[in-house]
């Protein structure tokens, strides 16, 4: 409990500079995907970097707690030196142990009230896609298929905008998910088609696995109905 309280304690304060400190131009930003990743310099490697990595790396051990911990002292310590894409895309890293913790509330806040607001501060197209397939992931999570339609949309419609394809893909995936959800499995399937068709005319080979493993959740849910 006393770290949880010690990561709103950072998270609150990072919140207080917050509007203080963000009137620069975008910097290196998150890639939209099926995770959230983040690239941290190997060279002059500062505070920030150091618990960053440690955060990864109770990540991985599965000490979650410690992670969201770290991540936070890692985002304040990117806010202080100015690195606001840094500190959008550690920001996201939170948000995505609060939803797997199911501490939804948390993990939406931390969306809507620091990361997407930063990254629209920098002019950082990419960093609001990646807020709003954040948000689409966690509302999925928490069965509020409405909202989760909708964040999804927006970075569909971001990423049309902008000539993102990889982006655009992801976003109709997310847009399949929620429809399996809802047992709206011809939806969902021709979401999938239109993916998978976007994704071998622009060469992209990363979604082909999740498209596959989504045909096969579908073809099964289908049969367990007759």
């Not at 969306?111 to 509302?139: E, F, H, P, R």
Request: glycine share 6%; net charge positive; aromatic share 8%.
């Amino acid at each position: 409990m006393n770290k949880i309280c010690l990561t709103f304690s950072f998270l609150l304060l990072v919140l207080q500079v917050d509007a203080q400190h963000i009137n620069s131009g975008p910097q290196d930003v998150p890639q939209v995907g099926s995770a959230i990743n983040i690239a941290v310099a190997q060279n002059g490697e500062n505070e920030a970097d150091e618990f960053f990595e440690d955060a990864e790396r109770n990540e991985r051990r599965g000490d979650l707690n410690e992670a969201l911990t770290l991540f936070g002292k890692a985002a304040f310590e990117y806010n202080n030196d100015r690195k606001f894409s840094r500190y959008g895309a550690t920001l996201l890293r939170m948000s995505n142990i609060h939803m797997l913790l199911t501490r939804y509330s948390e993990a939406e806040q931390v969306v809507l009230n620091a990361a997407l607001k930063t990254y629209s501060k920098i002019g950082s197209k990419a960093g609001q896609m990646a807020s709003y397939n954040q948000l689409g992931k966690i509302y999925l999570a928490a069965n509020k298929f409405t909202q989760s339609m909708w964040f999804y949309t927006q970075q569909g419609i971001l990423a049309r905008q902008i000539g993102n394809n990889t982006s655009y893909i992801d976003s109709v995936i997310g847009l399949a998910l929620v429809k399996i959800k809802k047992k709206e499995y011809s939806l969902a399937t021709k979401d999938l088609n239109r993916a998978e068709l976007l994704a071998k005319t622009s060469k992209i080979t990363q979604f082909n696995q999740q498209i596959k493993s989504n045909r096969s959740i579908i073809a099964e849910k289908q049969s367990d109905k007759k």
